[in-house]
């Protein structure tokens, strides 16, 4: 009697911790969503990283720029610093809806429209994206993010801190302009000038080496891409899905708000700010993102070396550590 009540005691001791692995396993595995979801009229392709009871970081991308872009090793990161990851297509990009009925932007009508405070000749502004990123976090049920933006990403970011603050755990804006007037549009315009000039409906070959070149003017000389690596990368975009009018779409829409002067929206920003940037981005003035440092309340600023406008896969840790540790202030606070 007494080896059966010892052997049943032993069979219920290892049940009681294989049932505790189990469930400790269950909960600390990082879990993947993906999916659709539909807001503000039109659909939102996402995917998520990571347990969904964690606060979630919403990596906004920017412009031409799919949500296949945010590199594994950088979500995975952020993942295991402890949060969730939700990357997303922008409206007009990737999987979402696209605007192909607009056809191509007139810059010069856009130009004229912001220079004279005339509303937006596009069929959407960054406004509009920034509600749908929130209208992505009501279908996922996310009360609040930390959102963090990369140039036209930026932007949107910062517009969701400014416009929804009681959805925003923290801010990150990296590589984007808040509309000063005076500050360049362009950094390093002869950076730039070997870039061919986009045409419409050009093959997807043009498309490719045009991209490339685009790619490779951005790079940091210093933590250049091989072109091997950026034509797996654009090969690999343009698969998933193929729409150069997108591109020129996103980027009018950028730059119409890049002519706005944001400045008095970022000063009421009251969570935790850090602002990103690379001190050979020739695309976006470095001093856009020291006067956005200068403007929002308590903001940090970090400048890193060797870093163009993109992030290079050498940078990736030191940006989200730099992530991860703003986001953690919105706790100590």
């Known amino acids: 009697m007494r080896h059966r009540i010892v052997r049943y005691l032993d069979a219920l001791l290892v049940g009681m911790v294989l049932g505790l692995i189990f469930v400790t396993f269950v909960h600390a595995a990082p879990s993947y969503q993906h999916g659709k979801v539909q807001t503000n009229g039109v659909t939102i392709a996402y995917e998520s990283y990571g347990p969904t009871n964690r606060e979630t970081i ?14 594994p090793r950088f979500c995975r990161d952020l993942v295991d610093h402890g949060y969730r990851v939700v990357v997303f297509d922008n409206r007009d990009i990737g999987l979402s809806t696209k605007f192909e009925s607009a056809g191509e932007p007139d810059f010069a009508a856009l130009v004229r429209a912001a220079t004279t405070h005339k509303p937006s000749p596009l069929p959407y502004t960054l406004y509009d994206m920034a509600a ?9 049920h996310i009360e609040k993010a930390h959102v963090a933006g990369a140039s036209m990403g930026g932007i949107i970011a910062q517009i969701v801190a400014t416009k929804y603050p009681d959805r925003t755990l923290s801010l990150t804006s990296m590589m984007a302009p808040d509309g000063k007037p005076g500050v360049p549009i362009v950094a390093n315009p002869a950076r730039l000038a070997s870039v061919p000039k986009p045409h419409p409906n050009e093959e997807r070959a043009v498309y490719i080496e045009r991209r490339i070149k685009t790619m490779q003017a951005l790079d940091s000389p210093a933590n250049a891409s091989s072109e091997a690596e ?10 998933r899905s193929y729409c150069p009018a997108c591109d020129d779409r996103q980027g009018a829409a950028s730059l119409f708000t890049t002519l ?3 400045r008095d929206q970022l000063k009421n920003i009251r969570v935790p700010a850090l602002v990103i940037h690379g001190a050979d981005d020739p695309l976006v003035p470095v001093e856009a993102s020291k006067d956005i440092a200068a403007i ?3 903001a940090t600023l970090r400048i890193l070396p060797n870093m163009g406008h993109d992030m290079p896969p050498s940078l990736m840790k030191t940006i989200s550590d730099a992530i991860s540790e703003n986001a953690a202030r919105a706790g100590r606070r």
């Open 58 to 71: 919403l990596l906004i991308a920017g412009t031409a720029m799919q949500l296949i872009d945010w590199d």
């Open 132 to 140: 749908d990123a929130v209208g992505l976090m009501d279908a996922l």
């Open 296 to 298: 929002v309340p308590g």
């Open 260 to 262: 706005e002067d944001r």
């Open 230 to 239: 950026l034509r797996r990368i654009v090969t690999r975009e343009v698969k």
